[in-house]
């Protein structure tokens, strides 16, 4: 009787020892586990890099005259349809989709004066013919971006009102021999509404190629039409 009572003490310490090691173990898995869980999430939360709040870009490219008046006596005013688009901007972004801005974008186009048939007379009387246009745009915008990818592929859509300055050059000319040529400045003021989209890549954490196309149109449409469609290449700086 006395060996069983030994045995069964013998066993109970066997079991309550393995019960011990079993609850250690177990505790000491949990605890690597929870502190690996933990190591893992801030890990994935350090890598998410916040997004960037300022954007400075700068592009170049072709705009469109589609309000310029052609006159099929003079077959070289079509080249002022076509111009040189070219600008830069400055955003600031206050949300994650929500930003504000001011730019300026200008577009130039010239003419070959030697390729243009004058309103003159055959007697040689002078005539006024437009030898190059430039549109020079000023204003603040409003900006919503979206990040398709954070910090990778963004879009965006600005809309603005601001101040636009239209001047043409032209030369007054005269046929009689020899020939004289005068040039004449003429100005006009209007404002615009300047709405465009866009699209940045990223090629560096903060600098990225983008593409953008606008259109103003005119709020005056009393005053000088200035109504023309732009697309462009730039670099985007991002911070």
């Not at 592929?153 to 603005?160: D, E, P, Q, R, S």
Request: aromatic share 14%.
């Amino acid at each position: 009787m006395t060996h069983f009572l030994s045995f069964i003490k013998l066993k109970t310490l066997i079991l309550f020892s393995f019960f011990v090691i079993l609850c250690k173990f177990s505790y000491g898995l949990s605890s690597s586990s929870a502190e690996e869980m933990k190591m893992d999430t801030v890990s994935k939360v350090q890598t998410v890099q916040p997004l960037p709040k300022f954007r400075i870009g700068a592009q170049i490219g072709y705009g469109y005259r589609f309000d310029r008046i052609s006159d099929s006596d003079l077959p070289g005013m079509n080249n002022l349809k076509h111009s040189l688009s070219y600008g830069g901007d400055l955003s600031y972004y206050f949300s994650k989709y929500i930003g504000a801005g001011i730019k300026y974008n200008g577009i130039y186009s010239k003419t070959n004066l030697s390729k243009i048939n004058p309103y003159g007379q055959p007697d040689g009387s002078a005539s006024i013919t437009p030898q190059s246009e430039g549109i020079h745009y000023i204003g603040a915008f409003l900006s919503i971006r979206y990040f398709v990818i954070p910090n990778k592929h963004c879009l965006f859509a600005n809309v603005g009102v601001g101040y636009i300055r239209y001047r043409e050059k032209t030369v007054s000319i005269n046929n009689s021999k020899p020939i004289k040529e005068n040039s004449v400045v003429f100005a006009e003021n209007t404002l615009a509404l300047f709405p465009e989209i866009g699209y940045d890549f990223f090629i560096t954490k903060s600098l990225a190629v983008g593409l953008l196309v606008s259109s103003p149109v005119g709020l005056l449409k009393d005053r000088v039409k200035v109504g023309h469609v732009g697309a462009s290449l730039g670099l985007r700086f991002w911070k």
